[in-house]
C-alpha cells in the first residue's frame, strides 16, 4: 500500500488547513491511521489517530483544535486543523497500524510522504 498526505500549505496565526491522508493499493478500513508531524530538529510525534471503529486520540496541545475523521468510501483519512499556532508547523505524515497503540511510531507502518505545514504570523 502506498500512503499519501496532502494538503499542507503555508497559513496564517488563528487560520485552518484540511490535510488528507490517501491510500492506493489496499483499504485503510481495516486499520487506524494516525498523524504524525515533525519539526525541524525535533522527533516524529504522534498527532492524532483514529482507529477501525473509529475511536480517536489526540495530543493534549491539539486537544479542541484538530478533529480527524475517516471516509471508508474514498479510502481517505482527514485531519481538520483548526485554530492552528506557530508551533504547529511541521512536515506531517500519516501511517496505518493494525493495532490501537496510537502515540506509538514503531507500531505504524507504511509511512506516507509528509506534507509541509507552516504557521506564521
Known amino acids: 500500500v502506498q500512503l499519501q498526505a496532502f494538503g499542507g500549505g503555508s497559513v496564517q496565526i488563528g487560520g485552518s488547513l484540511r490535510l488528507s491522508c490517501a491510500a492506493a493499493?489496499?483499504?485503510?478500513?481495516?486499520?487506524?491511521v494516525g498523524w504524525f508531524r515533525q519539526a525541524p530538529g525535533k522527533e516524529r510525534e504522534g498527532v492524532s489517530c483514529?482507529?477501525?471503529?473509529?475511536?480517536?486520540y489526540y495530543r493534549d496541545s491539539v486537544k479542541g483544535r484538530f478533529t480527524i475523521s475517516r471516509d471508508n468510501a474514498k479510502n481517505t483519512v482527514y485531519l481538520q486543523m483548526n485554530s492552528l499556532k506557530p508551533e504547529d508547523t511541521a512536515v506531517y505524515y500519516c501511517?496505518?497500524?493494525?493495532?490501537?497503540?496510537?502515540?506509538?511510531?514503531?507500531?505504524?507502518?507504511?509511512w506516507g510522504q509528509g506534507t509541509q505545514v507552516t504557521v506564521s504570523s
Open positions: 483514529v482507529g477501525r471503529d473509529g475511536a480517536t
Open positions: 501511517a496505518r497500524s493494525r493495532n490501537w497503540n496510537p502515540a506509538n511510531k514503531q507500531s505504524y507502518d507504511s
Open positions: 493499493g489496499d483499504t485503510l478500513e481495516n486499520y487506524a
